[in-house]
């Protein structure tokens, strides 16, 4: 099985096909089981995504919304994954409330780490010894390709059990809660957008390179996962 890569033109096309697949896999899921549980990252590219869909003639009922990862700064920050999300997608749907579901990153990490592991769980609600089966999760990849907030090296990339983790990033001096590599595996379906030269040399490593994922983390399911990337990022594909 190798990864089904969609190569469009720019970053706007890459955010709008990422977010017609998307749409497609909420409507399956809530048709097969009544609800949609997604996950969703952070970004500059992430944010033409929301932008797309807050644009669009859709019906979000039983639709809930998680993150797949948050820097621990409070919602207002200029920081804040969240913030983003809610100025480009919530805010402008007028979301309810009950289908949000965010880190509580203005709280002590490994608490706000706990606190949201705990909300996955009851929302999800997982058999017993069972993680929890997100419907649709949506990735990102940096530079150094990285994905949620599992950096090169993380020792959590070891970690198939648990739900999320309180995360310190040595790079650029800061906490963050992620989800953890487990439940990025269980997931019914990934969507992983990555655009920008920036990311050329990563996708290569990461879709033609050696299989390491402690060097590679956005290697992380990567035959399974939907790709969505622009002519700058497959430059060396």
Known sequence: MSPKVSLLENPSAAAAACGERLFA?????????????IAVSGGSTPRLMFEWLARQSF???????????AR?????????????????????????AEQIHRVEGEAEPVLAA?????????????????????????RG????????????GEPLLADRTGVAAAVWVE?????????????LLAARHSLCLACGADKTDALWEVLRGERD??????????????????????ARL
């Open 141 to 152: 990849m940096g530079s150094d390709a990285h994905t949620a907030s599992l950096f090169p």
């Open 72 to 96: 621990c700064v409070p919602p207002g920050h200029e920081r804040s994954n969240f913030r983003m999300l809610r100025e480009a997608l919530l805010d402008t749907l007028q979301f309810p």
């Open 59 to 69: 019906d979000w009922k039983g639709v809930h919304i998680f993150q797949v990862d």
């Open 25 to 37: 896999l909420v409507v399956d899921a809530r048709r097969a089981r009544g609800t949609a549980f």
């Open 213 to 234: 994922e402690i060097r590679f983390p956005a290697q992380l399911g990567v035959d399974r996962t939907e790709w969505f990337v622009d002519r700058d990022a497959a």
């Open 171 to 183: 790079k650029l001096r800061e906490h963050r809660v992620t989800l953890l590599p487990g439940v």
């Open 114 to 138: 706990n606190r949201y592991a705990a909300e996955i769980r009851q929302v999800l609600e997982p058999g017993l010894g069972e993680l929890p089966i997100f419907d649709v999760i949506h």
